[in-house]
């Protein structure tokens, strides 16, 4: 798929010096707010993220002259991964564009949940992409929230099998540890881990690590000397992955037996902690490398002069994580304007578009994104969509997918989603939407 040649539209974020300077969205055009974090303590994650998003949004203006003729602008505003910014930056570009903002992404679960009651009520759709709320997987509470393609408690169901599988099919009287940053994040999988330790059979212990996680001796002390258990899980976030990787190896734990959510699996995770983090595994809700043809694309974009991303971050982990992000959006603008029309759309009415994304296989190998993502469907009740994680591992250079992509099993989690949300909206004071 050669990148066509169009003429170059001065939209969308020009990177210079590490910020952004962005020309006013036009009446034509369909303004996606991003809040970014290139500066602060994540900064080694959040530009990564940052370039995807820059990049995808660029190739889709050069190659494709935007989604049905419609040109993508936006801006960035940074938020240094601080909840109070998070809310600063969305009330800031809310109201840009032709129709304001078509969509928000937070990239942290703080900034998501300060925002799912503002952004309801301005009726701009949450896009919460593997973090936030799990329970927002029930759009008859969470009419804005969109929590594709898996959640933190369909994680934590993929590790316990991905761990029963290794252990010959039954985890009775193992023991599995959980070390997590002690935030609302790193909390998310408890309550789903000690359901599947009762189911399983298996004995289970938690750790709480305090941001930003360089004080961890004492917990792996416990973990390697004392508990000794048969499996790890990390839901950590920023430096306290690499130091986590780094004390697990100084006291003797097995990397084969230690596995991370998505957000302890990049490669500013264990890139610092050196040959300690070799054979270090993880969850990844995104396909590794630059095997898939739109990878070609973006070497021509940047041949050409339009990248925007630094080079050296294309085909990493979290700049396909937003690759794929930008994607879904992309699709569900093209969905509402199939019923809207090919014009910029409102948040409104791109949320009518997410509740009725139905991403195939076929549409993943048309956009050149094979091996990138797994399908997913959403509805009015279900805004998970029905996504799949793959368990990789660290060999020393790079990450390789070592399992293919895991479904969670939803028979015992949906429930869970519902009676969290039911919860919630009796809290609220909301009714449940009708999706019947």
Request: charged share 20%; glycine share 10%; with cysteine.
């Amino acid at each position: 798929m050669q990148l066509r040649k169009l003429a170059f539209a001065a939209v969308g974020a020009l990177v210079i010096g590490g910020t952004a300077a962005t020309p006013p969205a036009s009446a034509a055009e369909q303004f996606v707010p991003l809040l970014v974090y290139r500066t602060g303590p994540y900064a080694p994650n959040g530009i990564p993220l940052a370039d995807g998003f820059n990049d995808f949004m660029q190739l889709v203006n050069e190659r494709d002259g935007g989604v049905n003729g419609v040109k993508l602008a936006w801006e960035e505003c940074e938020t240094q991964y601080n909840n109070d910014r998070g809310v600063e930056c969305y009330e800031r570009l809310k109201a840009k564009g032709a129709t304001g903002s078509s969509v928000v992404n937070p990239y942290s679960t703080g900034i998501t949940y300060a925002l799912i009651e503002r952004a309801t009520a301005d009726q701009v759709p949450v896009l919460s992409m593997g973090y936030g709320r799990a329970d927002a997987s029930d759009g008859r509470v969470f009419p804005y929230v969109f929590t594709l393609p898996i959640t933190y408690w369909a994680g934590a169901d993929v590790m316990v099998q991905y761990a029963k599988a290794q252990e010959g099919g039954s985890l009775k009287d193992k023991k599995i540890a959980l070390v997590y940053h002690d935030s609302a994040y790193g909390k998310e999988p408890i309550a789903t881990l000690e359901r599947l330790a009762g189911e399983e059979g298996f004995q289970f212990r938690t750790f709480p690590v305090a941001h930003p996680g360089l004080e961890q001796k004492a917990t792996w002390l416990q973990i390697g000397r004392q508990l000794r258990p048969d499996w790890v899980f990390m839901w950590g976030w920023g430096v306290m992955n690499s130091t986590a990787i780094k004390e697990a190896a100084a006291v003797g734990y097995p990397m084969d037996r230690f596995v991370g959510v998505w957000w302890s699996g990049a490669e500013a995770d264990v890139v610092p902690a050196g040959a300690a983090a070799q054979g270090y595994k993880s969850l990844n809700i995104t396909g590794v490398g630059t095997a898939a043809p739109i990878f070609a694309d973006l070497k021509q974009l940047h041949a050409d002069g339009k990248g925007l991303a630094d080079p050296k971050n294309i085909g990493t982990v979290l700049y396909n994580r937003a690759l794929v992000n930008s994607f879904y959006f992309t699709e569900a603008l093209r969905t509402a304007q199939a019923e809207f029309g090919e014009k910029p759309l409102t948040g409104e009415q791109i949320q009518w578009g997410l509740e009725r994304l139905d991403i195939t296989q076929e549409k993943i190998d048309a956009a050149g994104m094979t091996g990138l993502l797994s399908p997913v469907k959403l509805s009015c009740a279900d805004h998970e969509g029905g996504g799949s994680a793959v368990v990789q591992q660290w060999d020393g250079a790079k990450w390789t997918a070592i399992t293919d992509f895991i479904a969670p099993r939803r028979a015992a989690l949906r429930p869970a989603y519902e009676a969290s949300a039911a919860q919630y909206a009796k809290e609220k004071g909301i009714t449940l939407r009708d999706c019947s």
